[in-house]
């Protein structure tokens, strides 16, 4: 075929138009992505304009200062008081209460299977570990209410049948797989150089571990700890069903308490009318565990990125 | 070879076979490591010289599957290092190791030099601190060092860092110290320091290397041993080795024509 023939022309334009379709067809999945994408942006935007917008008309009615320093929650009373504290204690005691039991255990579990156990027993434990994190919370809700009171109650005869001890024990193992999942890969991903490096200077597995690998994985297993602070925190089933529901501002794990998160079970269950004080009340609780998760997120970030090792 | 002529032998490899699973990487080593000499391990990719270092401080007990045979006799107290009644822990109290990569711990330089000792279970802050200024100062780091002792060891240069390893291994006083492919990850300037060091360093210590580079194993080994496919070729003093090698191999090795 020789170079010159006209008839090669249109073969040309034939390819240029078929760049011209891979165009559309690139920017068609360039902006089908972008959807995809933006779903979730707005979604989450549109989540926080909600909760600020019903938190805005309620702090029109409720001031801040009280709602922070009050000492009662009775927003459904004609003596309503909005102290969110109450709220917050009943939180704090429990995620406390579940870290004493998950951060330990998990750390230990991590350390166990990434130093300790051979790839065998790694195989079979890592996967049923995980498979402990898959079971509905409704369910670890009742076996605290059903077996781990009653247990409880043997040791402590003093117990109430509702306490946020027992109910943030059973949130703690909860969280434990999460932890001892996410330390386990932060460990494991340590190179194998900086062990032999520590067994060449004649450590043992346990020192080797807890001086070489554990600095060196900090970073992950810090998010891991701050995963399972999220979780403890945004958790509601467990409580729901086994802290009891009644408003009670205590520091005391043994005794009942609603959480930010039971509260808003509790109150969505039943028919408030909308706009109501006690149907705003939701949203400006709803804000107050969104900024707490949020300054966790933020502080986990900022441990990554402190403690952040590169090799 | 006259023995008589040798120095002092710190350790001894006797019929030493080596094993992967099933694969036999390393096959009837017999060599000597003469006492405050530095010995260098040369071969191709894949000779076995990395196994055979190795062995000297157990690593391969870490992973499963791996087996010795025969035995690595260590002077002056005759012990068998491969013998299943020793702990692989004494041995590596003996015998220091630097690697191929620097692998400073996530600590601060002075806890990275610390390390063994504190394993040893020394915890007097005046012992240490003794301790740590001299291993830096052995390993010529101590001017670069001594200023930032607090800082975070990987906020060193990558030959800084080597240094520091090797300050680290020297801090436990060791009696052999293992080199494998210390310069490998280093450019020239840091390589030619590492080099001078090992020379000096022979006066407190004795030296086993493996090195890809036969210019460093020429410039900085009495001894030289070289490998091919698992065995020993042919061992003897650097400069014979390099001027009128014995074996073909070695010959066809040393002067480029192989590996």
């Given at each position: 075929m020789s170079a010159n023939n006209p008839s090669d022309l249109p073969v040309v334009s034939d390819r240029l138009a078929k760049n011209a379709m891979r165009n559309v067809s690139e920017r068609l999945i360039e902006g089908l992505l972008l959807c995809a994408a933006a779903v979730s942006v707005l979604t989450t935007l549109g989540i926080v304009y909600v909760l600020v917008s019903e938190s805005f008309h309620f702090f029109q009615n409720v001031s801040i200062v009280d709602f922070l320093t009050d000492t009662q929650w009775t927003p459904l009373f004609d003596d309503a008081h909005f102290g969110i504290m109450v709220l917050v204690s009943g939180t704090v005691v429990s995620s406390f209460v579940a870290l004493a039991v998950a951060i330990p255990m998990g750390t230990i579990i991590a350390i166990y299977l990434s130093e300790f156990a051979n790839s065998k027993v790694r195989e079979v434990a890592k996967p049923i570990l995980e498979l402990l994190g898959g079971i509905p919370t409704i369910v670890f809700g009742y076996f605290a209410l059903l077996v781990v009171t009653p247990l409880l109650q043997i040791i402590l005869p003093e117990l109430p049948g509702f306490s946020l001890l027992s109910a943030g024990l059973v949130m703690g193992i909860m969280i434990v797989p999460y932890i001892a999942s996410l330390s386990e890969d932060a460990m494991r991903a340590v190179p194998m150089s900086l062990r032999e490096g520590a067994y060449a200077m004649g450590s043992t597995r346990l020192y080797t571990a807890i001086h070489v690998v554990v600095p060196a994985a900090f970073s992950g297993l810090a998010a891991s700890y701050i995963l399972g602070i999220s979780r403890a925190v945004g958790e509601t089933m467990i409580l729901a069903v086994a802290a009891g529901m009644q408003p009670n501002l205590t520091w005391n794990p043994m005794e009942p308490a609603a959480t930010i998160t039971s509260y808003i079970v509790q109150v969505a269950l039943g028919d408030l009318p909308h706009g109501s004080i006690g149907y705003q009340t939701i949203f400006a609780a709803g804000l107050t565990l969104l900024l707490i998760t949020l300054v966790f997120n933020i502080l986990g970030q900022w441990l990554r990125a402190k403690f952040r090792e590169n090799y | 070879m006259q023995i008589h002529d040798n120095p002092a032998l710190k350790a001894e490899a006797r019929n030493l076979n080596f094993f992967y699973g099933e694969a036999k990487a390393l096959k009837n080593i017999n060599m000597p490591i003469y006492d405050k000499k530095v010995t260098a391990l040369i071969g191709p990719s894949g000779c076995g010289k990395s196994t055979y270092l190795r062995s000297f401080n157990r690593m391969h007990d870490l992973y499963p599957g791996n087996r010795y045979e025969g035995e690595i006799r260590f002077f002056p107290d005759n012990t068998n290092l491969l013998s299943s009644e020793v702990d692989p822990i004494e041995v590596r109290m003996r015998v220091g190791m630097v690697f191929q990569k620097p692998n400073p711990f996530p600590k601060s330089i002075y806890e990275n030099v610390a390390y063994g000792l504190r394993v040893r279970g020394e915890n007097n802050k005046r012992v240490l601190d003794?301790?740590?200024?001299?291993?830096?100062?052995?390993?010529?780091?101590?001017?670069?060092?001594?200023?930032?002792?607090?800082?975070?060891?990987?906020?060193?240069?990558?030959?800084?860092?080597?240094?520091?390893?090797?300050?680290?291994?020297?801090?436990?006083?060791?009696?052999?110290?293992?080199?494998?492919?210390?310069?490998?990850?280093?450019?020239?300037?840091?390589?030619?320091?590492?080099?001078e060091l090992v020379h000096e360093l022979k006066k407190r210590v004795t030296i086993l290397i493996v090195t890809h580079n036969m210019q460093q194993a020429a410039r900085v080994s009495d001894y030289t041993a070289y490998m091919y496919l698992g065995e020993m070729i042919e061992f003897g003093k650097t400069d014979e080795i390099f001027i009128k090698p014995k074996d073909k191999r070695t010959e066809d090795y040393i002067t480029g024509r192989m590996g």
């Amino acid at each position: 075929m020789s170079a010159n023939n006209p008839s090669d022309l249109p073969v040309v334009s034939d390819r240029l138009a078929k760049n011209a379709m891979r165009n559309v067809s690139e920017r068609l999945i360039e902006g089908l992505l972008l959807c995809a994408a933006a779903v979730s942006v707005l979604t989450t935007l549109g989540i926080v304009y909600v909760l600020v917008s019903e938190s805005f008309h309620f702090f029109q009615n409720v001031s801040i200062v009280d709602f922070l320093t009050d000492t009662q929650w009775t927003p459904l009373f004609d003596d309503a008081h909005f102290g969110i504290m109450v709220l917050v204690s009943g939180t704090v005691v429990s995620s406390f209460v579940a870290l004493a039991v998950a951060i330990p255990m998990g750390t230990i579990i991590a350390i166990y299977l990434s130093e300790f156990a051979n790839s065998k027993v790694r195989e079979v434990a890592k996967p049923i570990l995980e498979l402990l994190g898959g079971i509905p919370t409704i369910v670890f809700g009742y076996f605290a209410l059903l077996v781990v009171t009653p247990l409880l109650q043997i040791i402590l005869p003093e117990l109430p049948g509702f306490s946020l001890l027992s109910a943030g024990l059973v949130m703690g193992i909860m969280i434990v797989p999460y932890i001892a999942s996410l330390s386990e890969d932060a460990m494991r991903a340590v190179p194998m150089s900086l062990r032999e490096g520590a067994y060449a200077m004649g450590s043992t597995r346990l020192y080797t571990a807890i001086h070489v690998v554990v600095p060196a994985a900090f970073s992950g297993l810090a998010a891991s700890y701050i995963l399972g602070i999220s979780r403890a925190v945004g958790e509601t089933m467990i409580l729901a069903v086994a802290a009891g529901m009644q408003p009670n501002l205590t520091w005391n794990p043994m005794e009942p308490a609603a959480t930010i998160t039971s509260y808003i079970v509790q109150v969505a269950l039943g028919d408030l009318p909308h706009g109501s004080i006690g149907y705003q009340t939701i949203f400006a609780a709803g804000l107050t565990l969104l900024l707490i998760t949020l300054v966790f997120n933020i502080l986990g970030q900022w441990l990554r990125a402190k403690f952040r090792e590169n090799y | 070879m006259q023995i008589h002529d040798n120095p002092a032998l710190k350790a001894e490899a006797r019929n030493l076979n080596f094993f992967y699973g099933e694969a036999k990487a390393l096959k009837n080593i017999n060599m000597p490591i003469y006492d405050k000499k530095v010995t260098a391990l040369i071969g191709p990719s894949g000779c076995g010289k990395s196994t055979y270092l190795r062995s000297f401080n157990r690593m391969h007990d870490l992973y499963p599957g791996n087996r010795y045979e025969g035995e690595i006799r260590f002077f002056p107290d005759n012990t068998n290092l491969l013998s299943s009644e020793v702990d692989p822990i004494e041995v590596r109290m003996r015998v220091g190791m630097v690697f191929q990569k620097p692998n400073p711990f996530p600590k601060s330089i002075y806890e990275n030099v610390a390390y063994g000792l504190r394993v040893r279970g020394e915890n007097n802050k005046r012992v240490l601190d003794d301790k740590v200024e001299h291993a830096l100062k052995g390993a010529a780091i101590w001017d670069e060092a001594k200023d930032r002792l607090s800082e975070l060891a990987s906020n060193l240069s990558g030959g800084q860092q080597q240094r520091l390893c090797i300050a680290r291994a020297l801090a436990t006083d060791p009696e052999l110290l293992l080199f494998d492919e210390p310069t490998s990850a280093l450019d020239p300037i840091a390589t030619a320091a590492i080099e001078e060091l090992v020379h000096e360093l022979k006066k407190r210590v004795t030296i086993l290397i493996v090195t890809h580079n036969m210019q460093q194993a020429a410039r900085v080994s009495d001894y030289t041993a070289y490998m091919y496919l698992g065995e020993m070729i042919e061992f003897g003093k650097t400069d014979e080795i390099f001027i009128k090698p014995k074996d073909k191999r070695t010959e066809d090795y040393i002067t480029g024509r192989m590996g």
